[in-house]
């Protein structure tokens, strides 16, 4: 399992918006898949539609492409064809799988979405009964690292291990470990992308006193960032 470390500069590049590490995972996430054409793919979490054009610059077609989230606002800004069908659905409720008819075949792919999964067990559990192929891309609790032990908070997410032995009880998966730095020109600027960006999933367990101390001590110059990029078979199609 290799463990690469890409750094970005916030300032050095012509990004516009806050989800720069995000982006950069779906696209690591598109460049794995093996094929240029799928007759179904499914984007869970799909947000803003980073995974959709990442496959569009690569030039991987499909014929129907499904995209599910739980932001009725993230799905308006998704972009739109003939051939993608949105859904609002939350992976934590089973309802969403309940109401998911899936070919075996079809191919599911999930960017930065399944690290804020409630229960992991549960979602995984069934999301592996409705494909029998996946791509994962997940942030694991080492995202933020240093931020965490200087503020001696814990991580909202799950450990690099937790995924693993969860996702193993599921599926046939090969793993790949990938860090990430996020240079800021200031500490100021670093907390306003957390606070903009989406990574830290709204979770708020600093005061705004312990957050003015926080942006006094925090020592470094960049925010980091571990994702575990997950290639699978599931266990019950294999069986099957």
């Known amino acids: ?3 690469v470390i890409q750094e970005f500069s916030r300032f050095a590049h012509e990004y516009d918006t806050y989800n720069v590490i995000q982006a ?6 598109v460049a794995q898949l093996p094929n240029t054409h799928y007759s179904t793919l499914i984007d869970i979490g799909c947000g803003s539609g980073e995974v959709y054009k990442n496959l569009e610059k690569n030039n991987v077609t499909f014929d129907h492409l499904m995209v ?12 739109s064809s003939k ?8 992976f934590n409720r089973l309802e969403t799988f309940e109401n998911l008819s899936l070919d075996p075949e079809t191919l599911l792919l999930s960017s930065s979405a399944l690290q804020w999964s409630k ?5 995984l559990s069934e999301i592996a009964k409705k ?5 994962f891309a997940i942030f694991t609790s080492n995202t933020f690292k240093t931020l965490h032990d200087t503020a001696k908070i814990t991580s909202p997410i799950y450990s690099e291990d937790v995924l693993r ?11 790949e470990l990938k860090k990430y730095k996020l240079h800021f020109e200031s500490v100021r600027e670093m907390f306003n992308y957390i606070k903009k960006s989406g990574v830290s999933g709204g979770e708020k367990q600093l005061t705004y006193k312990q ?3 926080l942006m006094k001590s925090y020592p470094l110059d960049y925010l980091e960032f571990e994702v575990l990029f997950v290639k699978a078979s599931s266990l019950a199609f294999l069986v099957s």
């Open 1 to 3: 399992m290799s463990n």
């Open 24 to 29: 950069e995972v779906a696209k690591s996430l």
């Open 68 to 79: 599910l989230d739980s932001s009725q606002e993230m799905l308006e800004i998704h972009p």
């Open 83 to 90: 051939k993608i069908e949105k859904r609002c659905a939350d």
């Open 119 to 123: 229960d992991l067990d549960f979602t």
């Open 131 to 135: 494909s029998s192929h996946v791509y």
């Open 165 to 175: 032995s969860t996702i193993e009880k599921y599926y046939r998966a090969t793993f």
């Open 211 to 213: 957050t003015k101390q």
